[in-house]
């Protein structure tokens, strides 16, 4: 993986979203970077993807899009590609964004599956710095208590040791794309981080968000299954 950075704010907080469950961290991320005022400084190109780009509006959709808020000092790392099988190395590159830009924090977005009926979604925190601990409890998000945390985000936690990480939890009922779950962890994060910011834009344009990456993640999927393929020829 090769990280492109044009711009490097110092001290900053990264908040990053990869495709998981309920593609929670994903429409969380696109909700910020297109509410809050923020540039592209940077991106990550991953040789190993399909040679394959989206087009929305008439602009190219990176597939991991780094992008800088000012106000608030915060990096957002915007993925639209699933790193199944390189979530090591995705962790690794993070660290490696961490460290060139001095972070303050790194917070992970993530939904989780809930066999529970409970009325909207619940956010819950997991965070390995007690000071952080001290403010999600003073908002009143309750901590995880039992779990299981794969992917990028479960990568992140074991390997990067020496910065504070927090991870916000949202309870998605379905793996189909859930803008409610996102719209409470945008809540949760806003509380948190005390952005002002008005979530309920995301609820009123669920049906556009999700339809946008359904139809952008399901090309990148075939892209991938056509890759592969062509791989399995080679050696067939």
């Known amino acids: 993986m090769e990280i492109k950075l044009w711009k490097k704010p ?6 990053e979203g990869f495709p998981g469950f309920g593609l929670v961290g994903t429409i969380a991320s696109e909700f910020l970077i297109e509410h809050l005022k923020t540039e592209q400084i940077g991106k990550i190109i991953f040789n190993d993807m399909p040679a394959m780009v989206a087009i929305h509006e008439n602009k190219i959709v990176e597939p991991l899009g780094i992008f800088y808020n000012s106000k608030y000092n915060v990096v957002i790392l915007h993925a639209i590609t699933a790193a199944t099988h390189y979530e090591w190395e995705m962790s690794n590159t993070i660290a490696k964004i961490a460290s060139d830009l001095n972070v303050k924090e790194i917070i992970s977005l993530e939904g989780v599956g809930s066999g529970e009926d409970s009325e909207g979604s619940r956010v819950f925190y997991y965070t390995n710095n007690e000071k952080n601990a001290k403010i999600f409890d003073k908002i009143g998000i309750p901590k995880l208590n039992e779990g299981i945390i794969m992917g990028v985000t ?12 927090s991870c916000l939890f949202a309870e998605t009922h379905s793996n189909l794309p859930d803008s409610k779950a996102a719209a409470k962890i945008v809540e949760a994060l806003d509380k948190y981080l005390g ?12 049906q556009k968000f999700e339809e946008k990456l359904k139809t952008i993640l399901k090309k ?14 080679y050696f067939g």
């Open 10 to 15: 110092k001290n900053c907080t990264i908040v």
């Open 195 to 206: 952005m002002d910011l008005d979530y309920k834009p995301l609820l009123e344009q669920a």
């Open 154 to 165: 479960g990568a992140v936690l074991l390997r990067i040791d020496k910065i504070p990480i």
């Open 220 to 233: 990148s999927q075939e892209a991938q299954e056509i890759s592969d393929k062509k791989k399995l020829s």
